[in-house]
């Protein structure tokens, strides 16, 4: 156990609709990523937050969002979903963010959009 | 630009066998991190190894062993006696110290089964 708990495990709904994946790091890291994982783009940073700032930001779409909070937890909003947004979707949280500092995962919320 | 690959899509292995999984890299800068996670069957993703740009050390631990050569971009990773619980993907990952964020730029996998 990495002790990154993401929730829900599972989510499917259908296009067009809008959902919120839910991350808590580990306790006492301030960093969560979110990643997404598919099978043709592997797995793809999409968003990094350092103590409730946007520190980094990758390849994530304009209908997609995030947020930190203060008691670190954080947010993935998917929004005016697509079939091809299924994928899973992991968040990992690492102590301060940086290159050098190894990233926890979480299990990942697996999404299908039909 | 920043890229890892991992040319093996899939290993096909004997309990028992060694078994080497590559990993190149592609970076403009002299300091960076290279890590390996594994993702098994039940699909999340647990961190192997870190290694600096400046440790070119190989390092053991169990099992498992990790060759870092600078000149020619290579991490690779070594499983000795593989056993069937070491069936999963193995990733190879990159992250750039100059842009002071933990973002993980990762290989497309290598897909390893161990055979009984």
């Known amino acids: 156990d990495s002790g990154v708990t993401q929730t829900p495990k599972h989510l499917i709904t259908a296009t067009g609709q809008r959902v919120t994946l839910r991350c808590s790091p580990r306790?006492?890291?301030?960093?969560v990523y979110w990643y997404q994982q598919s099978l043709d783009q592997g797995l793809q940073f999409l968003i990094q937050y350092y103590n409730g700032e946007e520190r980094a930001k990758g390849n994530i779409l304009e209908r997609f969002s995030a947020q930190q909070f203060p008691d670190l937890h954080s947010e993935l909003n998917l929004s005016s979903l697509e079939l091809g947004d299924s994928a899973l979707y992991f968040c990992a949280s690492s102590v301060t963010g940086g290159a050098h500092t190894e990233a926890f995962f979480g299990q990942g919320t697996r999404l299908t959009v039909v | 630009a920043q890229k890892v690959t991992q040319a093996q899509t899939e290993i096909s292995v004997v309990e028992k066998e060694d078994v080497t999984l590559d990993c190149v890299y592609e970076t403009r800068d002299t300091t960076y991190y290279l890590f390996w996670y594994k993702q098994p069957p039940s699909g999340e993703l647990v961190f192997l190894i870190r290694?600096?740009?400046?440790?070119?050390q190989n390092e053991i631990s169990g099992r498992y062993s990790w060759n870092f050569q600078k000149s020619t971009s290579s991490f690779n990773f070594t499983i000795t006696a593989s056993q069937v619980v070491d069936s999963a993907v193995y990733f190879c990952?990159?992250?750039?110290?100059?842009?002071?964020?933990?973002?993980?730029?990762f290989g497309q996998g290598t897909t390893l089964q161990v055979k009984p």
């Open positions: 990952a990159l992250s750039e110290a100059p842009s002071n964020t933990g973002k993980l730029i």
């Open positions: 290694r600096n740009s400046f440790d070119e």
């Open positions: 306790s006492g890291d301030l960093s």
